[in-house]
């Protein structure tokens, strides 16, 4: 006799495929998909730039939201894959969360406004408007809205004074990267807008390499490192004049 499987319901199943298969899914075609782009379609690695077309409204939204939003990839990132066995000998884990939730709020709105800047910018100029793709709209919306579930999970957090769900988030995402067996169990039963936070930013990641996100991955930072140099050009002496004779032209029969 075979023993039994274990039965799961059907909140276990979807819980397991959105939180546990899903994630190598979205990570698979980041790294696959940005690869083949880069060799294949380089002339498309790029942002797309509309600078030309209302300059000041541009700088002002882009330096907002780049500034934001490196802030929170940042916090996301060392937040997540840090182990609490780290940063524990230095701060505990309720400090941790208090910092991240004022650090990561101020970001957030910091970078809400840039972007919301830029759709404007974006959606409400009509030459603009015509240079803009599906994919252009697209992401940006996306964004907008991961933001906004962002800054929604902040009076959950507040509520959450222990910090047991942060440290939740931290073993699920680093159970993803890692391959441990039920990572998914970390977040189920989780408030709706860090679900939601999750599987918006997992789609981000699985539609990075077929949107103008590519061109974060190419950050002129070799610039800093290089060694300085002058083009020096020297005028050419004059040339004497000559005169050229040209024949009369002969019809062809």
Known sequence: ???ELPTLSAGDWLNQALFGYYPYICLAVLV???ILRFDREQYTWRSGSSQLLRRRQLVLGSVLF???ILFLLLGHTVGLLTPHAIYSQFISAETKQMLAIVAGSVAGV???AGLTILMHRRFFDARVRRTSTFGDNAILIILFVQLVLGLATVPFSLGHGDASVMLRLSSWAQGILTFQPGAADYVRGLDWPYQAHLLLGL???LLF????LVHMLSAPIWFLGRRG???VRTRAPEMPHRSVSVPPH???E
């Open 1 to 3: 006799m075979h023993p």
């Open 32 to 34: 696959v998909g940005s």
């Open 66 to 68: 780049h500034a934001g």
């Open 110 to 112: 910091v970078c809400l």
């Open 203 to 205: 789609t981000i990641f």
């Open 209 to 212: 390499p077929f949107t103008r």
């Open 229 to 231: 140099w002058q083009l």
């Open 250 to 252: 002969t019809p062809v």
